[in-house]
């Protein structure tokens, strides 16, 4: 995600990492930030003034753990 984001002229300066997604949407609609999560997560309760961009670079990918099981799927 580093690379990707300095690939095109982004640097992050990463201040909050959260794991409650309605959390960081509303961080973000304060203006607060910004995040990069799943498209699926943006379905329920996205606030209206919330900006979304959506990445296409089939590179991005992320891995997660569940029930021991390893699933790769892209953001």
Known sequence: MVQACNGVG???NIAFE????D?????VSAGLGVTLM?????VDNTPR???VI?????RLTQQI????????YQI
């Open 65 to 72: 753990e569940t029930g021991g099981l390893l699933c790769h």
């Open 18 to 21: 959260g794991k409650v997604i």
């Open 38 to 42: 799943p498209e699926m997560t943006l």
């Open 49 to 51: 003034s919330t900006i």
């Open 54 to 58: 959506l990445l296409s670079d089939s």
């Open 10 to 12: 982004f640097s992050q």
């Open 23 to 27: 959390a960081l949407k509303g961080l």
